[in-house]
């Protein structure tokens, strides 16, 4: 883990954090297979990633348990663009969308992408239910508590409203 630089050594480099979530084959491994492909996409630096957090599925009942995890980057990518190479990344790692809630060997979903607001088709950021999740808010607050969630407030304070979700670092 990486510490934060200085924006003056990137200028023009925005600060994004992928959530990652896996519940198929080896889901802890595919978290940090994710992290290794995360650090290659072009024009990016890995900074930081979280410890693997293991969670029941949300809205989906009879899956195996989910192991999620949240890494902060540093990009120069625009947001479609670093999105694209997110579903590059789950593509090659066997990711098949069927339909929603499904099992997945590996989900990366842009949470957030400097303090931007995007609403555009298949693009918005900050996730729209981020806020709501402590298996996504806890890995986010150990890297980086006073990440802003615009509109929301900072990582650390939402994650006080959501302790009563069950979530066990591994």
């Given at each position: 883990m990486?510490?934060?630089?200085?924006?003056a050594?990137?200028?023009?480099a925005?600060q994004?954090?992928?959530?990652i979530?896996?519940?198929?084959?080896?889901?802890?491994?595919?978290?940090?297979?994710?992290?290794r492909?995360?650090?290659?996409?072009p024009?990016?630096?890995?900074?930081?990633?979280?410890a693997?957090?293991?969670?029941?599925?949300v809205?989906?009942?009879?899956q195996?348990d989910?192991?999620?995890?949240?890494?902060?980057?540093?990009?120069?990518?625009?947001?479609?663009?670093?999105?694209?190479?997110?579903?590059?990344?789950?593509?090659?790692?066997?990711?098949?969308?069927?339909t929603r809630?499904a099992?997945?060997?590996?989900?990366?979903?842009l949470?957030l992408?400097?303090?931007?607001?995007i609403d555009?088709?298949?693009?918005?950021?900050?996730?729209?239910?981020?806020h709501l999740?402590?298996f996504v808010l806890?890995?986010?607050?150990?890297?980086?508590p006073?990440?802003?969630?615009p509109?929301?407030?900072s990582a650390?304070?939402?994650l006080a409203?959501?302790?009563?979700q069950?979530?066990t670092?591994?």
């Amino acid at each position: 883990m990486a510490s934060t630089p200085d924006a003056a050594d990137n200028p023009g480099a925005i600060q994004a954090f992928i959530g990652i979530g896996a519940n198929l084959g080896d889901p802890q491994e595919q978290v940090r297979i994710a992290f290794r492909a995360l650090a290659t996409l072009p024009d990016t630096r890995l900074l930081a990633t979280s410890a693997i957090y293991r969670t029941s599925p949300v809205g989906a009942a009879g899956q195996p348990d989910y192991f999620n995890a949240v890494a902060r980057l540093e990009t120069r990518l625009a947001p479609a663009v670093l999105l694209a190479g997110l579903l590059e990344i789950e593509g090659c790692y066997g990711r098949v969308r069927t339909t929603r809630n499904a099992p997945r060997t590996l989900d990366l979903d842009l949470l957030l992408y400097g303090a931007l607001r995007i609403d555009q088709p298949g693009l918005n950021v900050p996730h729209p239910r981020m806020h709501l999740r402590r298996f996504v808010l806890e890995p986010l607050a150990e890297i980086a508590p006073a990440a802003e969630v615009p509109g929301r407030g900072s990582a650390s304070q939402l994650l006080a409203a959501v302790m009563e979700q069950a979530v066990t670092r591994t």
